[in-house]
C-alpha cells in the first residue's frame, strides 16, 4: 500500500514559511471522534492533543481558543478574562466561514481571517503538542514554543 501523501493545506504552507520543524500525522478520521479519537490513532496521550476552537463573544467577534483535548474551556472565565458579557462556540458554518476550515479539520495556522488567539498556558509545558494540520484526519505536531511565535496568543486559565 502507498502511503498516503502529506496534504498541502494553507497550514502546512504558513508553517513551512515560517520554516517550522513538524512532523505529519494521518488518521482514519471518525465523525464526531474528536481529539479521543485521534489521541488513540497516533497514540499519544489526549492532553497533548490540542483543539482548536471557533467562538465568539456577544457581539459576535469571532476568536480561536486553543485547549487541551481532555479538557473543556470555562466560557463563562474566558469571557470574564477578555472583558466580554459572554463567549459562545461558533455554529459549524459560521467558523468555517471564519477560519476557512470545515469543523474536524480547523488549524490556528493559515486561517481565512487573522482571529485573536487565545492559548490555555498549561498547553506551553508540554514537550510535544498535536493539532489540526487543517483537514480532517491529519495532524502536525510541533513543539509548543511555536504557537508564540507563529500566532502571538493570550495566554489564559480557562481550562475545566
Same mark, same amino acid.
Request: with cysteine; proline share 7%; glycine share 8%.
Given at each position: 500500500?502507498?502511503? &498516503?501523501?502529506?496534504?498541502?493545506?494553507?497550514?502546512?504552507?504558513?508553517?513551512?514559511?515560517?520554516?517550522?520543524? /513538524?512532523?505529519?500525522?494521518?488518521?482514519?478520521?471518525?465523525?464526531?471522534?474528536?481529539?479521543?479519537? $485521534?489521541?488513540?490513532?497516533?497514540?499519544?496521550? &489526549?492532553?497533548?492533543?490540542?483543539?482548536?476552537?471557533? +467562538? &465568539?463573544?456577544?457581539?459576535?467577534?469571532?476568536?480561536?481558543?486553543? +485547549?487541551?483535548?481532555?479538557?473543556?474551556?470555562? @466560557?463563562?472565565?474566558?469571557?470574564?478574562?477578555?472583558?466580554?458579557? $459572554?463567549? @459562545?462556540?461558533? $455554529?459549524?458554518? @459560521?467558523?468555517?466561514?471564519? $477560519?476557512?476550515?470545515?469543523?474536524?479539520?480547523?488549524?490556528? /495556522?493559515?486561517?481565512?481571517?487573522?482571529?485573536?488567539?487565545?492559548?490555555?498556558?498549561?498547553?506551553?509545558?508540554?514537550?510535544?503538542?498535536?493539532?489540526?494540520?487543517?483537514?480532517?484526519?491529519?495532524?502536525?505536531?510541533?513543539?509548543?514554543?511555536?504557537?508564540?511565535?507563529?500566532?502571538?496568543?493570550?495566554?489564559?486559565?480557562?481550562?475545566?
Amino acid at each position: 500500500m502507498a502511503k &498516503e501523501k502529506t496534504p498541502v493545506t494553507p497550514a502546512v504552507r504558513l508553517l513551512r514559511e515560517a520554516k517550522v520543524v /513538524f512532523t505529519d500525522h494521518l488518521y482514519p478520521y471518525e465523525e464526531k471522534g474528536g481529539t479521543t479519537v $485521534s489521541a488513540r490513532e497516533l497514540g499519544v496521550d &489526549e492532553h497533548a492533543v490540542i483543539k482548536t476552537l471557533i +467562538m &465568539e463573544d456577544d457581539r459576535k467577534s469571532p476568536l480561536v481558543v486553543l +485547549m487541551h483535548g481532555d479538557r473543556q474551556v470555562s @466560557t463563562r472565565e474566558l469571557a470574564r478574562l477578555i472583558g466580554a458579557r $459572554s463567549i @459562545t462556540p461558533c $455554529s459549524p458554518e @459560521t467558523a468555517q466561514k471564519h $477560519s476557512g476550515y470545515l469543523v474536524g479539520g480547523t488549524s490556528p /495556522f493559515g486561517t481565512k481571517k487573522q482571529l485573536p488567539v487565545y492559548l490555555e498556558a498549561t498547553i506551553l509545558d508540554l514537550p510535544m503538542i498535536y493539532l489540526n494540520g487543517g483537514k480532517r484526519g491529519y495532524l502536525v505536531g510541533i513543539v509548543p514554543q511555536e504557537l508564540i511565535r507563529l500566532l502571538q496568543p493570550l495566554l489564559v486559565s480557562v481550562a475545566v
